[in-house]
C-alpha cells in the first residue's frame, strides 16, 4: 500500500460512517457516555435488587416511569431538528424580523444547536430508556398494551440509529425520518395511552 493511502486512512471508531473528525469524537464521547449510563444502571440495579424487588409495585413504577419520562423529553428535543430544518429552507421566513432581531437568524442559531446535539442527545436517551426498559421487565414482563408498544419502540429505536449513522453520509435512503416519524408515533402512544 502507498505511503500517501495509509496516512490518508481513516480510523477509529465510526470513521466508516462519520467523516467529520470533530463530530465523530464527539459522537464517540456520548456513545461511551450511553454505555456508562447502562453499566451504572445495571450496577445500581444489582446493588439494590433486594430492596427493589420488596418495594410496592406502584412506587416501583414511579421509579422507572421518570427514566422513560426524562428520555422522552431527549427524544423531543432530537427530533426537532427537523420542524426547524424545514422553517430554515422555507423562502417566506425571509425578512421576517422583530425590531432588529431577524427570524432566519434566530432559527439559523437554533438549527446550529439541535445540528449539533441531535446525536448526543438521541445516545444519552438511549442510555436512560434503557434503564426504563430494564427495571420495567426486571419485575416480570406482562403480554399488555403498554408492555408491547414499549417493545415495539424498543425495536424501532434500534434500526432508527443505525440509519442515523448511515444518514451521515446520505446512505439511509430516508429511512432515518421515515423511522424517526414511526417511532416519535409510536411512543406517543405507548407514553400517553397506556
Ligand atoms: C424507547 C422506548 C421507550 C420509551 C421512550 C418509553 C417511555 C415511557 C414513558 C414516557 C412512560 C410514561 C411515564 C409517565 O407516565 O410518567 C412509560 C411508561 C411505561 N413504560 Fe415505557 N418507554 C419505552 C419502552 C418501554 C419498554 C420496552 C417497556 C417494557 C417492556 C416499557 C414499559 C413501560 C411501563 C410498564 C410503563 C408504565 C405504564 C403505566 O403507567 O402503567 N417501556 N414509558
Ligand atoms: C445515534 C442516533 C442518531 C444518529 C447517529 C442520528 C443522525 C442524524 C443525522 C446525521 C441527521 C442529518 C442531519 C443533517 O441533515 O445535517 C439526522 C437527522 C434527523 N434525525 Fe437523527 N440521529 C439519531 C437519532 C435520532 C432519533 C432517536 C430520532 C428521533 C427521535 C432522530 C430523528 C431525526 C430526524 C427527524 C432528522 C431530520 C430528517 C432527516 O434529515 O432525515 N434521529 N439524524
Same mark, same amino acid.
Given at each position: ?16 460512517? &462519520?467523516?467529520?473528525? /470533530? +463530530? ?7 456513545? #461511551? $457516555?450511553? @454505555? ?11 446493588? *439494590?435488587? %433486594?430492596?427493589?424487588?420488596?418495594? !410496592?409495585?406502584?412506587? *416501583? /413504577? ?9 428520555? %422522552? ?10 420542524? @426547524? ?10 425578512? $421576517?424580523?422583530?425590531?432588529?432581531? +431577524?427570524?432566519?437568524?434566530?432559527? %439559523?442559531? @437554533? ?9 448526543? &442527545? ?6 436512560? @430508556? ?7 421487565? =426486571?419485575?416480570?414482563?406482562?403480554? !399488555? ?15 432508527? #440509529?443505525? =440509519? ?7 446512505? !439511509?435512503? /430516508? ?6 416519524? #414511526? ?12
Amino acid at each position: 500500500m502507498k505511503q500517501g493511502s495509509l496516512s490518508q486512512r481513516k480510523t477509529g471508531f465510526l470513521a466508516n460512517f &462519520i467523516a467529520n473528525p /470533530k +463530530e465523530r469524537r464527539r459522537t464517540n464521547l456520548f456513545f #461511551m $457516555i450511553m @454505555v456508562v449510563v447502562i453499566l451504572a444502571g445495571v450496577l445500581f440495579v444489582y446493588l *439494590y435488587q %433486594q430492596q427493589l424487588l420488596a418495594q !410496592d409495585f406502584r412506587q *416501583y /413504577k414511579g421509579t422507572f416511569k421518570q427514566f422513560g419520562s426524562i428520555a %422522552q423529553i431527549g427524544f423531543y428535543a432530537a427530533i426537532s431538528i427537523y420542524p @426547524v430544518f424545514l422553517l430554515l429552507k422555507n423562502k417566506q421566513i425571509k425578512g $421576517i424580523k422583530w425590531g432588529t432581531i +431577524e427570524l432566519k437568524t434566530i432559527l %439559523q442559531f @437554533v438549527g446550529k444547536l439541535v445540528r449539533t446535539w441531535h446525536v448526543p &442527545i438521541a445516545l444519552l436517551s438511549t442510555g436512560v @430508556v434503557f434503564l426504563h426498559v430494564y427495571m420495567a421487565i =426486571m419485575r416480570g414482563f406482562k403480554l !399488555d398494551f403498554t408492555y408491547i408498544s414499549g417493545i415495539v419502540t424498543v425495536l424501532i429505536l434500534l434500526p432508527l #440509529m443505525y =440509519m442515523g449513522l448511515k444518514r451521515f453520509k446520505r446512505n !439511509d435512503r /430516508k429511512w432515518h425520518f421515515r423511522l424517526a416519524i #414511526m417511532f416519535v408515533i409510536i411512543f406517543f402512544i405507548h407514553a400517553n395511552f397506556s
